[in-house]
Nanobody
Framework: QVQLVESGGGLVQPGGSLTLSCVAS????????MGWFRQASGKEREWVGS???????????YIADSKKGRFSISRDRAKSTIYLQMNALEPEDTAVYYC??????????????????WGPGTQVTVSS
């Protein structure tokens, strides 16, 4: 009952910037959080960040410690969209980036199990 579609991926040079978007449709009002994950070739899917989706404005989002200072997450509820702004990109950031929606508790906000629906992903490649 929820569909998520990511966009904005592509090829970028090291040090460059890229903004990803995720548009949600369907019955999203029952979920309070949306998140970004990524999965590089040969690695497990890892959490990038999450943000409050519905039910209030408390909280400004969470970014994984390893991404703080380079990545940020934002939302536009009127457009049913969340964004991932990525700066100072490195080759190690190359991955398929996924958005997700769910009802995680504090201890599961950074885990795959904390989310219910996932988008198909968008490829980000950082290479010179």
């Amino acid at each position: 009952q929820v569909q998520l579609v990511e966009s904005g991926g592509g090829l970028v040079q090291p040090g460059g910037s890229l903004t990803l978007s995720c548009v949600a449709s369907g019955s999203t009002s029952g979920f309070h959080a949306m998140g970004w994950f990524r999965q590089a070739s040969g690695k497990e899917r890892e959490w990038v960040g999450s943000i409050r989706w519905s039910g209030g404005s408390r909280g400004n989002g969470y970014i994984a410690d390893s991404k703080k200072g380079r990545f940020s997450i934002s939302r536009d509820r009127a457009k049913s969209t969340i964004y991932l702004q990525m700066n100072a990109l490195e080759p190690e950031d190359t991955a398929v980036y996924y958005c997700a929606i769910g009802r995680p508790i504090q201890s599961t906000i950074s885990t795959i199990g904390g989310y219910t629906y996932w988008g198909p992903g968008t490829q980000v490649t950082v290479s010179s």
